[in-house]
Antibody, heavy 121, light 110 residues
Framework: EVQLVESGGSLVKPGGSLRLSCAAS????????MNWVRQVPGKGLEWVST????????YYADSVRGRFTISRDNAKNSVDLQMNNLSAEDTAVYYC??????????????WGQGTTVTVSS | QSVLTQPPSASGTPGQRVTISCSGS????????VNWYQQLPGTAPKFLIY???LRPSGVPDRFSGSKSGTSASLAISGLQSEDEADYYC???????????FGGGTKLTVL
């Protein structure tokens, strides 16, 4: 079964750091670009970051650039999101998502269940 | 304020056909293909339509997509109660170098 499982979400103070992880299984992880998408409860979806299969291409939303870092370990079938200098605006459910295209960005065909990040003092 | 513009709500009765619009610009919808996602309450989004009109395996053919210029549409025919969900359009934006989403449309089946 193709599956993505996120972990690492928790309550963190403003200015703090957190590292999210996404474990992939059931597919050839190393062939796919991976993404993080977040959603404030009750609000819409916001793309956060994309990392190509070989880690050559990395993209960030303006709202997180310079504070968040995406990385992957193809040997462990995992993708991480290191989040620094967090603020209340980063409070959201964070989803890991696979890009269905093996080349140019094509869309998110597999999603994890999400992990909740709450930034509050 | 989302880069792609969707109506906040839509509604229909069982069996009806409803459409949801998505408006963008030359750097996103005008330059790239559009995807649609369905998010049922309390669940992760689901890949519904990709490359403007293609359906992933398992998506009923009641769902269809189209694109013209800088706008796209999602149509749902034979509306069913289980179609009640939030629907999001998305496209890659060449100016922003990233994905942009619509604000989402909440579909109510009356």
């Amino acid at each position: 079964e193709v599956q993505l499982v996120e972990s690492g979400g928790s309550l963190v103070k403003p200015g703090g750091s957190l590292r999210l992880s996404c474990a992939a299984s059931g597919f050839a992880f190393s062939r796919y670009s991976m993404n993080w998408v977040r959603q404030v409860p009750g609000k819409g979806l916001e793309w956060v970051s994309t990392l190509s299969s070989n880690s050559y291409y990395i993209y960030y939303a303006d709202s997180v650039r310079g504070r968040f870092t995406i990385s992957r370990d193809n040997a462990k079938n995992s993708v991480d999101l290191q989040m620094n200098n967090l603020s209340a605006e980063d409070t959201a459910v964070y989803y890991c998502a696979r890009d269905h295209s093996l080349g140019v960005p094509g869309g998110f065909d597999v999603w994890g269940q999400g992990t909740t990040v709450t930034v509050s003092s | 304020q989302s880069v792609l513009t969707q109506p906040p709500s839509a509604s229909g009765t069982p069996g009806q056909r409803v459409t949801i619009s998505c408006s963008g610009s030359s750097s996103n919808i005008g330059a790239n293909t559009v995807n649609w996602y369905q998010q049922l309450p309390g669940t992760a989004p689901k890949f519904l339509i990709y490359s403007n009109y293609l359906r992933p395996s398992g998506v009923p053919d009641r769902f269809s997509g189209s694109k013209s210029g800088t706008s796209a549409s999602l149509a749902i025919s034979g509306l069913q109660s289980e179609d009640e969900a939030d629907y999001y359009c998305a496209a890659w934006d060449d100016s922003l170098n990233g994905w942009v989403f619509g604000g989402g449309t909440k579909l109510t089946v009356l």
